[in-house]
């Protein structure tokens, strides 16, 4: 299961840190990501990283975010900076993980949290 936390509204220009960490029985984790949806678009990926630490950005959040995981709390984050309208979306945690007892990984997604920024 993941769950997100951390979402809200905040002034163009502010700052927020989404939060999504992993529980129940988790084996290993590999590439963790964030993902988001805007009003009548589809979802795209914002960020994503490795279990070694390799990221990966969007075109339209490079220099403004930063995404980073936390291996031993099963925890990952997403510093957003100078946050803009074009922000405002459901933002999704994404995972592969494999479960104890279970040989091969599985896609796991978040229920979202919502990020509105004002201008």
């Known amino acids: 299961q993941l769950v997100e936390s951390g979402g809200g509204l905040v002034q163009a220009g502010g700052s927020l840190r989404l939060s999504c960490a992993a529980s129940?029985?988790?084996?290993?984790?590999?590439?963790m990501a964030w993902y988001r949806q805007a009003p009548g678009k589809q979802r795209e990926l914002v960020a994503e990283?490795?279990?070694?630490?390799?990221?990966n950005y969007a075109d339209s959040v490079k220099g403004r975010f930063a995404i980073s995981r936390d291996n031993a709390k099963n925890t990952l984050y997403l510093q957003m900076n100078s946050l803009n309208s074009e922000d405002t979306a459901i933002y999704y945690c994404?995972?592969?993980?494999?479960?104890?007892?279970?040989?091969?990984?599985?896609?796991?997604w978040g229920q979202g949290t919502l990020v509105t920024v004002s201008s």
């Open positions: 994404n995972a592969e993980i494999t479960v104890i007892g279970k040989l091969y990984p599985k896609m796991y």
């Open positions: 129940g029985r988790v084996g290993s984790i590999n590439t």
């Open positions: 990283i490795t279990s070694g630490g390799n990221t």
